[in-house]
């Protein structure tokens, strides 16, 4: 080992350390900023080992600095710009569209190993473990990428689903695909350079990612982002094998199997198995037939009736839901509390573990708001306080509400946990209208006697509930 | 045919590292804890550098213009990774420095 090579090692453990430090740190709320930017700074070093070995050994030429410094201009701006600009209403599509990017660079570089054989070269050495590399590489990234797309897509609205493809039909076209794909793979592992098998790889698998992205359902989204999180991750260590680096390995490997487990967790907040998830089909596929029909029985009230009950309520209880983010009304909800707080009235919010787009998206937009986080309350620890309850706030809020999950076995959303607030005295359900929820299914909480409905979008009811507070004198004399 | 033995125990070790590391997550993180773990997948950057390296010393035009591509990906994923991140835990941070201040 001469100085360069052993410089080289020394910064590429440190890089491993600090970011399996990153990620630990990342899992716990004290120390996740400073874990975040630990990681940030390991990815520095990396780069740099990457640079100084390459300047010891073989040179970087002009050439390569001027592309080098072009990629990361354009790539690095425009994800900074993208950062900044994004609102944290639609922090799950950002990350979808990040990690899709992820993927297509895993793929690229395989890309390009595959059509240029002689740039390889790399620890691997060429030989079978480099092809099966390229063939993980090129099927991960390529799905990764079609996959995140599709899901970033399906949050924005900008995409929904296609019939037919909630149909069984589309297990047969996946499967289809799949076969294509592994057909192609085999080609291309027993010659490694087959220019149709390639295209036919890339090809099956980016639109596997997308029959398989396309049918899931909002609720299920984030499931499925962080899953193409890990596979990002997979297709990181593949290229690690395609040009032997094997801090590229450990780290594609510690990020794949961290998204794993974090993965599994999501699954494990809404009681429902990763096989569902992903084969079971989205819940609106099945609402059609289970828990569908009419709603009967629907009692509903101005901002003003809403204003007065409040007022007379010691206890209350805010769920926030999905609406509450698009309608953007987590500040007028925080000038809202504040003046029942100042009027001596106890508020906590109700957080379901997959209220929202993605797990901890309440939580994020409530903080973004200044609500104080000991306020938020996890559903396990609410749901035996609802009875004392007097007043529960439903904000764009659906399916997690949805007394159905407990007491009707044949709905598709029974056994998913859901927050217990049909047992609160008055139950007020702030939504646009009468239409479903993202599940696609009909929610008995509705139709109960100590239900009312206050129809309008989020952030214009909290503002009217505002104004009638004021004029009731809330919170005036404290 | 050379078996990168070297890599593979590395692989399966990195594999184990990660499965150990995340225990118990708190619901307020995960989607910090998954934008996070996104940003550090952007690590194939690394790959793109080599490949661009390699390329600029053979000389191989089209094969620098798709690692520079593919490091530009590669970088919108790790900075704005890291960024949005940052933006999330920050409103986090804010909080808890606030309450400090007010208690004492």
Known sequence: ?478 | MSIPTEALWVLLLGSLLGLELIGKVPPTLHTPLMSGANAISGITMLAALTLIIKAGADGNAALLAIGSVSLGFALFNVIGGFLVTDRMLAMFSRKSARRKDTNS
């Open chain 1, 1 to 478: 080992m001469n100085t360069v090579e052993i410089l080289k090692f020394a910064i590429d453990l440190v890089a491993v350390l600090l970011l399996a430090l990153g990620i630990k740190g990342l899992s716990k709320v004290r120390s996740a900023r400073e874990a975040n930017r630990l990681a940030a700074v390991a990815m520095g070093f990396a780069v740099i080992g990457v640079l100084v070995n390459s300047l010891g050994t073989t040179g970087i030429v002009a050439e390569a600095w001027i592309w080098i410094i072009l990629g990361t201009l354009v790539g690095g701006s425009l994800g900074a710009m993208t950062a900044q600009r994004v609102p944290m209403t639609s922090m799950p599509e950002t990350v979808a569209l990040f990690n899709g990017c992820g993927g297509m660079s895993s793929l690229l570089v395989a890309l390009g190993v595959a059509i240029f054989p002689a740039a390889a070269a790399g620890e691997a050495g060429g030989g079978l473990v480099e092809d099966i590399s390229i063939v993980v590489s090129v099927f991960v990234g390529s799905i990764t990428f079609t996959g995140s797309i599709v899901a970033m897509a399906k949050l924005q609205g900008w995409l929904s689903t296609p019939p037919w493809m909630q149909s069984r039909a589309r297990h047969a076209v996946n499967i289809a695909l799949a076969v294509m794909s592994l057909v192609a793979a085999i080609e291309l592992g027993r010659h490694g350079d087959n220019a149709s098998a390639l295209w036919l790889l890339v090809i099956g698998s980016g639109l596997l990612g997308i029959g398989v992205t396309l049918p899931i359902g909002g609720a299920d989204m984030p499931v499925v982002i962080s899953l193409l999180n890990s596979y990002s991750g997979v297709a990181a260590a593949a290229a690690g094998f395609v040009v032997g680096s094997q801090l590229l390995i450990v780290a594609g490997a510690m990020v794949g199997a961290a998204g794993l487990i974090l993965t599994q967790v999501m699954c494990d907040g809404m009681n429902r198995s990763l096989v569902s998830v992903l084969f079971g089909g989205a819940l609106g596929a099945s609402s059609a037939s289970g828990g569908g029909g009419e709603y009967t029985n629907i009692t509903s009230c101005s901002a003003e009736e809403c204003a007065l009950t409040l007022e007379a309520a010691e206890r209350v209880v805010v769920v926030p839901g999905y609406g509450l983010a698009v309608a953007q009304a987590q500040h007028t909800l925080r000038e809202v509390t504040r003046v029942l707080e100042a009027g001596g009235i106890e508020v906590t919010y109700a957080i379901h573990p997959v209220a929202g787009r993605m797990p901890g998206h309440m939580n994020v937009l409530l903080a973004e708001a200044d609500v104080p986080y000991e306020q938020l309350k996890e559903m396990d620890v609410i749901n035996p306080e609802f009875p004392a309850t007097d007043v529960v706030l439903v904000l764009g809020a659906n399916d997690v509400v949805n007394p159905q999950a407990k007491t009707d076995t044949t709905s598709p959303l029974y056994g998913m946990p859901v927050l217990d607030v049909q047992e609160a005295r008055t139950v007020f359900v702030v939504k646009r209208g009468m239409s479903a929820g993202y599940s696609g299914i009909k929610n008995d909480l509705f139709e109960l006697a100590n239900t009312s409905m206050v129809f309008g979008d989020a952030k214009k009811v909290l503002g009217d509930l505002l104004v009638e507070l004021k004029e009731l004198g809330v919170g005036k004399k404290g």
